[in-house]
């Protein structure tokens, strides 16, 4: 796949500049209120800084996805420090944590893809969040391209293979040139091949462009690919390892 993200290098300078993309301190969380108040997460620390893929693995149902949404400003946190992109989210107002996902990526397991809509017109929603209506189709047909999906672009998601759902997932979530990308379980549904496509392609986007990633998942044959991976395990962070980065 040639894939070229010349459109997206106006961001590296800010990415780059950043120590650290994700800054956590002493982060708890909690579901519930009063008498049904449970904690899920227990005094987690850590960082991601610029061009990292990081791993989190763990049992199911060990907070992984809490984390996750925490980090993506799709939740607000109960205590601790958490700093995305150099803001603190502790104490944010709901106008600014939307501000905040301006700068994030997302990529689901089940690609969230809406049927009714062509791959085209999936990526130009994101790009309308942002105000950009006039270059919508164009950003969307770059990145697809990039992509090698340009040939897909008028296909809506039943006439799309499982490799390529994902991919136009991708295209959606790196349209607005995300300098944090947040994957739950992006390969869950995908065969060897189209996993391996996806993997490589975050791994170009991280050593090549700077770009932040963490992803969560199970799937053992990925872990190669990440510079750090990191255990959640009953909400508490049970080890971190550094590892030798894919191909090196």
Same mark, same amino acid.
């Given at each position: !796949?040639?894939?070229?993200?010349? =459109?997206?290098?106006? %961001?590296? *300078?800010?990415?780059?500049? $950043?120590?650290?993309?994700? +800054?956590?301190?002493?982060?708890?969380?909690?579901?519930?209120?009063?008498?049904? @108040?449970?904690?899920?997460?227990?005094?987690?620390?850590?960082?991601?800084?610029?061009?990292?893929?990081?791993? !989190?693995?763990? #049992? =199911?149902? =060990?907070? /992984?996805?809490? $984390?996750?949404? &925490?980090?993506?400003?799709? @939740?607000?946190?109960?205590?601790? =420090?958490? /700093?995305? $992109?150099?803001?603190?989210?502790?104490?944010l107002s709901k106008p600014k944590m939307v501000q905040v996902r301006r700068n994030i990526g997302f990529i689901f397991q089940a690609h969230n893809l809406f049927e009714s809509l062509t791959a085209s017109q999936n990526v130009e929603m994101a790009v309308e969040l942002l105000g950009n209506w006039r270059k919508k189709r164009k950003l969307a047909l770059e990145i697809?391209?990039?992509?090698?999906?340009?040939?897909? %672009?008028?296909? /809506? #998601?039943?006439?799309? *293979?499982?490799? +390529? /759902?994902? @991919?136009?997932?991708?295209?959606? %979530? &790196?349209?607005?040139?995300?300098?944090?990308? $947040?994957?739950d379980e992006p390969t869950a549904a995908l065969d060897k091949k189209s996993s391996h496509e996806v993997i490589m392609l975050m791994r170009k986007l991280a050593k090549e462009h700077g770009r932040t990633i963490l992803i969560v998942t199970h799937d053992s044959g990925i872990i190669d690919v990440a510079d750090r991976i990191i255990n959640l395990v009953d909400g508490r962070l049970e080890s971190e390892a550094m590892v030798k980065s894919y191909g090196q």
């Open positions: !796949m040639n894939f070229s993200f010349n =459109s997206f290098d106006g %961001a590296q *300078s800010q990415h780059t500049a $950043l120590q650290f993309v994700v +800054q956590i301190r002493n982060l708890n969380y909690y579901y519930g209120q009063g008498e049904l @108040r449970t904690q899920v997460l227990y005094n987690i620390n850590f960082e991601l800084t610029p061009g990292q893929i990081v791993i !989190m693995t763990g #049992p =199911s149902g =060990s907070g /992984k996805t809490t $984390l996750l949404s &925490l980090i993506g400003a799709l @939740r607000s946190a109960d205590e601790g =420090s958490l /700093k995305i $992109l150099g803001q603190e989210l502790v104490g697809l391209s990039q992509l090698g999906l340009e040939h897909r %672009a008028n296909y /809506k #998601p039943k006439a799309l *293979s499982g490799g +390529q /759902k994902q @991919r136009v997932a991708i295209a959606r %979530a &790196l349209v607005n040139e995300p300098l944090l990308i $947040l994957a």
